[in-house]
C-alpha cells in the first residue's frame, strides 16, 4: 500500500463493508480486520516509510484522515446496533414493572430476646449496665456467698442440677453475679444489670420451667437505701407495663438480702384465665429483692460500714405472660411457630 488512491480505495471499501455489517459480532471481525495489529490500517500507516520522501506528508495527513474517518464511521455503527439489540430483547421479552417482587421469608427475634432488650432499655436509662456471668457456677458462688453455707434450710428453695464434676452446679439464680460483679469492682460504686439462663429441678407447671432467664439487678454505694430500691422498681414496672397496671410490694425473706421484699404485678383483669394463673389472688410475682446483706457485701470485698446496697432478681418469662396474659410458660422453649410468629 503506498498511494493516495490505494488509501482512498481502503476508506470507500472499509465503509463498504462496515455498512454490509448486521450485527455485533460481524462489527468486531471489521474492526480486526482494519484496527488490528495485522489490520489494514496499521499496514497503511506502516507503509509511510517506503513512501518517496517528497510524497510522505500528503500520504501520512491522508492516512491519519482515513483512519479517524472509519474509527468515526464504526463507533456510530457500532452503538446503532447496540441499540437495535436492545429494543429487539426488549420487544421479544417484554418486562412487567408492574408484576409485585418475590418477598424473602424474614425471621424474627424470639420473644424473650425482644423482652431482655426492652429490660436492658428501661435500665440503662436509669444508668445500670450490662454485665454478664457464667451460666456454669460453683456450690460457693451459687449459695455460700450469697450467706447460705451447707446444710443452710434456704437452699431447698432452689432444686438444683449438679454436674459430674463435685462442687459444679448449674447456677439457680443469677445472684451469684452479684460476687463475680463485685470482687471485680469494689470499692468502686457498682449500678448493673446481669442477665442469663438459670435451671431449676422444678415441677413443670403453666407458671415454672425447669430453665428460665432472670434478669438480677445490683446497686451498690454510699447511702443506698430500700426508698432506692422501691423506686426503682415502681419506675421500671410502670414503663414494662404501663401506668395503669398494679405493682404490689410484699415483704419475704432470701438469706442474701436484709430486708427482702417480692414484687407482684396484677393480672390482665378481662382475661379469663385470670384465676387460673394466679391461684385466685389477682397477682403474679415478677421478682424477689432487698437490701444487700453485710456477709454479701463482705464477701465481695466491701466494707458493709462504709456502703450499702439493693438487690433484686426478675423473671422476664413471668413479665412476658403477664404482658400478653399468656397461659402457659412452656410455651417459650417449645419452638412452635405458631406461637413465635405472634410476637
Ligand atoms: C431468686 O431467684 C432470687 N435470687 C431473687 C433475688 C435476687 C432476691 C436478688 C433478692 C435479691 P426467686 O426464686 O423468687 O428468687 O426467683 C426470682 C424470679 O425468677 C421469680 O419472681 C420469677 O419471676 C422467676 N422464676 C423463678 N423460678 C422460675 C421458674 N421455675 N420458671 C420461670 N420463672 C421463674
Redo the contacts with the bound molecule.
Keep these: 500500500m503506498s498511494s493516495l488512491a490505494e488509501l482512498n480505495s481502503l476508506e470507500a471499501d472499509g465503509l463498504a463493508s462496515l455498512a454490509g455489517c448486521a450485527d455485533e459480532a460481524a462489527l468486531r471481525v471489521w474492526s480486526t480486520q482494519h484496527f488490528g495489529d495485522k489490520g489494514l490500517m496499521k499496514a497503511a500507516l506502516g507503509a509511510i516509510g517506503k513512501i518517496a520522501k517528497e510524497e510522505r506528508a500528503a500520504y501520512g495527513q491522508e492516512a491519519n484522515r482515513v483512519k479517524v474517518a472509519l474509527e468515526t464511521a464504526y463507533a456510530a455503527k457500532f452503538a446503532e446496533a447496540k441499540e437495535a439489540a436492545l429494543q429487539a430483547s426488549l420487544n421479544s421479552n417484554p418486562l412487567d414493572v408492574t408484576l409485585p417482587g418475590r418477598t424473602r421469608p424474614r425471621g424474627r427475634l424470639h420473644p424473650a430476646t425482644q423482652i431482655l432488650r426492652q429490660i436492658y432499655g428501661i435500665f440503662a436509662d436509669m444508668g445500670f449496665q450490662v454485665y454478664r456471668t457464667r451460666e456454669v457456677e460453683t456450690d460457693e458462688m451459687n449459695f455460700e456467698h450469697l450467706n447460705m453455707p451447707a446444710h443452710h434450710p434456704a437452699r431447698d428453695?432452689?432444686d438444683t442440677f449438679f454436674t459430674t464434676t463435685p462442687g459444679v452446679i448449674l447456677r439457680?439464680?443469677?445472684?451469684p453475679g452479684?460476687i463475680h460483679v463485685m470482687r471485680e469492682q469494689h470499692p468502686n460504686p457498682i449500678r448493673v444489670i446481669l442477665p442469663g439462663m438459670?435451671y431449676?429441678n422444678?415441677a413443670i407447671s403453666t407458671?415454672?420451667?425447669?430453665q428460665?432467664?432472670?434478669v438480677?439487678?445490683?446497686a451498690i454505694g454510699e447511702g443506698i437505701t430500700m426508698a432506692d430500691l422501691k423506686g426503682t422498681i415502681t419506675s421500671f414496672a410502670r414503663r414494662m407495663f404501663g401506668p395503669e397496671r398494679q405493682v404490689r410490694i410484699r415483704s419475704s425473706y432470701?438469706p442474701?438480702?436484709e430486708p427482702?421484699i417480692?414484687?407482684d404485678i396484677d393480672w390482665p383483669k378481662d382475661d379469663p384465665n385470670r384465676d387460673r394463673l394466679t391461684k385466685g389472688t389477682g397477682w403474679l410475682?415478677?421478682?424477689?429483692?432487698?437490701m444487700?446483706h453485710p456477709n454479701v457485701l463482705k464477701a465481695g470485698g466491701y466494707d458493709p460500714d462504709k456502703v450499702t446496697g439493693f438487690?433484686?432478681?426478675?423473671?422476664?418469662?413471668?413479665?412476658l405472660m403477664l404482658k400478653h396474659a399468656i397461659d402457659d410458660?412452656r410455651l417459650f422453649w417449645q419452638n412452635d411457630l405458631r406461637f413465635l410468629r405472634q410476637f
Design positions: 428453695m432452689w439457680t439464680h443469677t445472684s452479684q438459670c431449676r422444678e407458671r415454672s420451667e425447669i428460665f432467664h432472670q438480677e439487678g445490683l432470701f442474701f438480702t427482702s417480692e414484687v410475682e415478677i421478682m424477689g429483692a432487698g444487700v438487690a433484686f432478681g426478675m423473671g422476664p418469662q413471668r413479665m410458660i
